[in-house]
């Protein structure tokens, strides 16, 4: 009787850790859609800033906005890999920007963006 009763309590943490697990992978999911709400706005104003006609103060100023978007988007990533480490990708790139022209990092971004916004949001 007591070995059943150790089984069920195994059977039992288990199906807790499994929807435990479900429920960070939510959470990670959730932070990602929030960072890459970040990156969209970031990635517009990139855009923005490559306009025709501008003057190089307001490209400056343009890509200079774009950047402190992107990089408020990066606590939201972190907390994802915390929760989720395949969301590390996420975070990476994002953190790359200050090394990396956003420019080249804009493809991957909006890739990884895709995934978070995507209806199973898996990498």
């Not at 929807?19 to 960072?35: D, F, I, K, M, N």
């Not at 855009?47 to 501008?54: D, F, K, M, Q, V």
Request: with cysteine; glycine share 8%; proline share 3%.
């Amino acid at each position: 009787m007591a070995r059943l009763g150790r089984a069920g309590l195994v059977a039992a943490l288990l199906g807790a850790s499994v929807v435990l697990s479900a429920c960070g992978a939510g959470t990670a999911t959730s932070q990602a859609r929030t960072s890459c709400r970040f990156v969209t706005h970031a990635l517009a104003l990139q855009t923005r800033s490559e306009a025709p006609g501008l003057s190089a103060t307001q490209r400056d100023v343009l890509r200079g906005q774009a950047m402190s978007e992107l990089l408020r988007g990066s606590a939201a990533a972190a907390r994802a890999t915390s929760s989720d480490g395949s969301w590390n990708a996420l975070q990476t790139t994002i953190e790359e920007a200050e090394r990396v022209p956003l420019t080249d990092l804009a493809p991957a971004l909006r890739r990884l963006c895709k995934v978070a916004d995507s209806t199973t949001p898996y990498l």
